[in-house]
């Protein structure tokens, strides 16, 4: 079992930015790829960023390569998401999800590829 516990979120401007963390215990956090999605109402979550196990890849999704940056601290459990000009479009809950590295070797962008999530924190993006 992981459990994961994100932080962060809250209400900011447009242009703003936020510093999401996401803190695991449990399993060995450095066994998991860590992924942040998002989920804003009436609409599916929808994948946002990625990390290997080890820090060495990201990926991100399109609407937030340049602004967001995802990294981790194995030695923190812990796995951020630096979020820069914001924008309303940003507004969402924010997920943190960890899938084991000797299951996931390709892609990282599908949710049902996640064994355990976070319960969410709210970002919200005024104009």
């Known amino acids: 079992q992981v459990q994961l516990v994100e932080s962060g979120g809250g209400l900011v401007q447009a242009g703003g930015s936020l510093r999401l963390s996401c803190a695991a215990s449990?399993?060995?956090?450095?066994?998991?790829?860590m992924g942040w999605f998002r989920q804003a109402p009436a609409k599916e979550r929808e994948f946002v960023a990625a990390i290997t196990w080890s820090g060495g890849s990201t990926v991100y999704a399109d609407s937030v390569k340049g602004r967001f940056t995802i990294s981790r601290d194995n030695a923190k459990s812990t796995v951020y998401l630096q979020m820069n000009s914001l924008s309303p479009e940003d507004t969402a809950v924010y997920y943190c999800?960890?899938?084991?590295?000797?299951?996931?070797?390709?892609?990282?962008?599908?949710?049902?590829?996640?064994?355990?999530w976070g319960q969410g924190t709210q970002v919200t993006v005024s104009s």
């Open positions: 999800a960890a899938a084991n590295r000797f299951k996931v070797t390709t892609t990282l962008r599908i949710p049902t590829l996640y064994d355990y």
């Open positions: 449990g399993r060995t956090f450095s066994n998991n790829h």
